[in-house]
Every structure is written in C-alpha cells, then in structure tokens.
C-alpha cells in the first residue's frame, strides 16, 4: 500500500511541472527503439526542464500443437495397430499497457544536447491460456472406432489468472541519461541508456481445487494425485500465498523527437 502511495506521489511531479511548462510554446513527440520493445511519449520542449508522459503497449501469443498416438497389439494378428490418439493444442496470450511518466533535464543548449532523465511506470497486464484437446479411439483392427471426443478448458483458472497478472502487474522507477543532436528545428535523433527498478507483489488465496492445483505446481507434479477431502484428513484446504521481490534492468535505445 505504501508503494503503491509513493508511485503515485512521484508520478504526480512530473505531472505537475507538465502542467506549469504547458504555457510555454513548443512540444515534442518521441519515439524510441529497442530490442525489446518501442516506446512513446508526449513532452513540453519549452526549457532545459521537460516533462513528459506517454503509453506503451506489448503483447505476444503462442501455440503449441502436440499429436501422441499409442499402438497395441492386435490378438489375432500380433500386429501392432492404432489404439488411441491424443491431440492437444494450447493458445496463449499475453498483453501489457505500460503509462509512464517523468522528467528529462538537458545540460546544456546547442545542437548536440546531452541530457539525464528519471520517471515512474506501472505494468498492467491480461494474460489467458486454453487447451482443445482432442481424444480418438480405435478398434481392435486399428480403424477408427466413432467420432473423436473432444474438450476445452482454460489453463488459467481465476484465482490462479488474478495471482499471475498481479505478479505481472509490478511498478517502478527509471533513470539514464542520453545524448541528443538537433537536426532542425522540428528533428533531432540521439540515444540514451537507463535502468529500471522493479517492484513486484501478489497475494491471493486459493481454495479446494485450486489449492491443490497450485500445490502440485509448487512441487513440481503436474498431477498432484489428491483430493480435497483427503489432504491431510482435512475437509477443506485454503492456500494463502504472498510474493514480494524487485528486479533491475537496463536498456539502451535509439530516440527520434519530432518537435511541433
């Protein structure tokens, strides 16, 4: 609660400083590459002193398509035949919108303008993943016996979906500094480095089923082989799990302005 205090506070400074410098002309629209990633932001080119905020958007997908096909022996001939075939395809997805916000100084005036920098930001994050699994039986002579049976289900179960996207949803602080040459007076190209701290944070609780589906995640076991009922002799199981850590990184980027 107290970070989540804090991050406000300083996202509010530079908010305020957009605010004042919003009476002196010029503005400039910033695009920056990276490996990871492009970002973009809006600022007040007014001074030395320049706010700024802007909106980042990454998402990813993923498929993955496993095909098992099991073979038995057919009594009659002792030939080995189709006996089951298990088809399972699992979608995912993963989407993050990142605000951010901050100040960036230049040091000094001309056409080649070094510069430092430092913001707050916050993750928000929506992540799904489902599985279509498909069964299809044989008969004794390897052909197949009826229609394939047939089933969707999603990976993520609710409490365990709200667990992972507050684990994604972390907040930080980022700083650099960069070097910029102004072209003209509506272009200028540069670069700059900076580094991140991160600050991450979940707690959920868990109860009956996904209780004991987090359980056997925890330890590994993808089938955890228990009942509610039978955990301990207890009736009921209830899991309450708190994750707190941070995390710093780095990054370089190529930066565009366009003044206006």
Do not use: C
């Amino acid at each position: 609660m107290r970070t989540g205090r804090f991050a406000l506070i300083l996202a509010l400074v530079p908010a305020f400083l957009f605010s004042q410098a919003a009476k002196e002309k010029g503005k400039v629209f910033t695009v920056k590459l990276r490996p990871s990633h492009q970002s973009s932001q809006f600022g007040l080119a007014g001074n030395r002193l320049q706010p700024y905020a802007g909106l980042d958007y990454l998402s990813a997908s993923f498929t993955a398509d496993m095909g098992l096909l099991m073979w038995a022996e057919n009594p009659s001939t002792l030939e080995l035949v189709k006996a089951v075939k298990i088809g399972a395809v699992v979608d995912g997805s993963v989407s993050f919108w990142m605000p951010h916000a901050g100040v960036k100084y230049y040091l000094a005036d001309g056409e080649s303008r070094p510069y430092v920098f430092g913001g707050v930001y916050k993750n928000f994050s929506s992540i799904d993943a489902a599985l279509d699994l498909k069964l299809q039986g044989y008969d004794e002579n390897g052909e197949e016996a009826g229609d394939p049976m047939s089933s969707d289900m999603d990976l993520l179960e609710d409490d365990l979906k709200e667990f992972v996207e507050s684990l994604l949803n972390h907040w930080g602080v980022q700083a650099g500094f960069g070097v910029e040459w102004r072209v003209n007076r509506h272009f200028g190209i540069g670069g700059e480095y900076g580094v991140k701290l991160n600050f991450n944070s979940a707690e959920q609780k868990f109860n009956d089923s996904s209780a004991l589906e987090l359980i056997g995640l925890l330890l590994g076991d993808t089938e955890t082989g228990l009942e509610t009922d039978g955990l301990f002799g207890a009736e009921r199981t209830d899991l309450d799990l708190k994750l707190s850590g941070k995390h710093v990184t780095s990054q370089a980027s190529v930066v565009f302005n366009f003044y206006f």
